[in-house]
DNA sequence: CTCGACAGTAACCAAAGGTTACCGAGTACT
DNA sequence: AGTACTCGGTAACCTTTGGTTACTGTCGAG
């Protein structure tokens, strides 16, 4: 029997979406643009240590899957603005909780982490 | 200026606990883990797709990061439980956050994507 | 007529993740 | 006595994702 939205089953879309969530800047990326809206530039200065390509190539799947607008403005040099849709802010609340629970517990973890490798 | 936990800021060491709960497995394992104590092979079964290899050093991680509590039991055939710390239990909750908001928006999310392919 | 701005792309390289096969110790069966 | 089975991994190998550096096109300013 399969639940309607398992997310552990491999097959299930919710395990899709959960995939894609767990990608490597997806998340800041959604945090980073919280309710503004940033240019390419803004939010490659914005995320520390995101290569060019990585972001361009997050951003395109963020925006097929629906969580992010992506507005090109026929300008030289060229302007392109990516800010958050309805469904992307949606998903701010939760994804601020799992940032703020790291900002909380990163003495915890750090502690654990230099008492494992101590006793190696 | 560098706020205290600047998840932004790739030297932080908040950023580095983010990163690592962006692992590919490592939040699925936390909420497999729930509040139960799983054995190696019962984790395994109930992450549907995940290769021996990966989820041990997934669960090594989580155990160095004080998240996860690994049991040896000197037995034959071998026995190994795993549960989560007092710290790792904390994470459950926005974890379920994120988890539920994916088996929430599944369909808004593959009706974006569907669309998407459709234009192209 | 050259320079710089922006938003990328191209070519190449490193690291994370995945696949399949296999191990060792003891117990249970034949 | 020999064989099969259990569990929690590891070993060797391959693929996919992510990272680095250099470069492009267009147009206005100097």
Redesign the pocket.
Known sequence: MVRKGDAFDPNCPSRVVLDRIA???TGLVVLALNDETL????LRDRIG??????L??T?RSLERDGLVR?RVYAE??????YSLTRLGRSLREPLGAVQHWAEQHVGAVMAARERADQAS
């Open positions: 990608e490597k800047w240019r390419f530039t803004q240590g995101v290569a060019p390509k990585v361009t190539q951003l992506r030289v040099p060229p302007r392109v603005e």
